[in-house]
């Protein structure tokens, strides 16, 4: 069965840019749309962006100007790039498949990874 | 704020049914599918519906969902003590160009 695995690191200072990668297993990251999704602490869920296998991508517009992501199909990943990070980006990071028949529907999700911005 | 609004908490007997609204407006709900994921302390959310009202496969028939204009429900029977969690109703919204959630409501089965 297919598993997410989010990797990257787990303190930035503020400014920095925050590099996330979620490797996908069990299953070809092909023929699907692939998502990231972040959850402060004790607060709610936030859309950040999806990415197709093609390489087309699009992005909440709140977070759009900072957020790039990017898919590497040999290798069976996609990434996030979240620059100008504030304490504010503190939160679990989630990357998720996003089946293109289910409708903006987040299917399968990976452990997600706590990420504290502190200077 | 959230751009759907969810009750913050509901509770339940076990074994008892409950349901848990989503609200949103003409943008959202009232013109997207709404999915529902359930988010148990310190785990990932896993999707319980799709669609307004489809369950992925391995979910139980006890979790149901329904659309009706610009709302959405989750409802729950026979309830268990391994049902209390946080549940968040979730879709696309036209007007932000954006996925949207609720804030979430957290399940006491007591």
């Known amino acids: 069965q297919v598993q997410l695995q989010e990797s990257g690191p787990g303190q930035l200072k503020p400014s920095e840019t925050l590099s996330l990668t979620c490797t996908v297993s069990?299953?070809?990251?092909?023929?699907?749309?692939w998502t990231w999704i972040r959850q402060p602490p004790g607060k709610g869920l936030e859309w950040i962006g999806y990415?197709?296998?093609?390489?087309?991508?699009d992005y909440n517009p709140s977070l759009k100007s900072r957020v790039t992501i990017s898919v590497d199909t040999s290798k069976n990943q996609f990434s996030l790039n979240l620059n100008s990070m504030t304490p504010a980006d503190t939160a679990v990071y989630y990357c998720a498949r996003l089946p293109a028949a289910m409708h903006f529907t987040f299917d399968i999700w990976g452990q997600g990874t706590m990420v504290t911005v502190s200077s | 704020q959230s751009v759907l609004t969810q009750p913050p908490s509901v509770s339940a007997a076990p074994g008892q049914k409950v349901t848990i609204s989503c609200s949103g407006s003409s943008s959202n709900i009232g013109n997207s599918y709404v999915s529902w994921y359930q988010q148990v302390p310190g785990t990932a959310p896993k999707l319980l519906i799709y669609?307004?009202?489809k369950r992925p496969s391995g979910i139980p028939d006890r979790f149901s969902g329904s659309k009706s204009g610009t709302s959405a429900t989750l409802g729950i029977t026979g309830l268990q003590t391994g049902d209390e969690a946080d549940y968040y109703c979730?879709?696309?919204?036209?007007?932000?160009?954006?996925?949207?959630f609720g804030g979430g409501t957290w399940l006491t089965v007591l």
């Open positions: 669609d307004n009202n």
């Open positions: 990415i197709y296998n093609t390489g087309s991508a």
């Open positions: 979730g879709t696309w919204d036209n007007s932000l160009s954006a996925v949207v």
């Open positions: 069990g299953g070809s990251i092909s023929s699907y749309y």
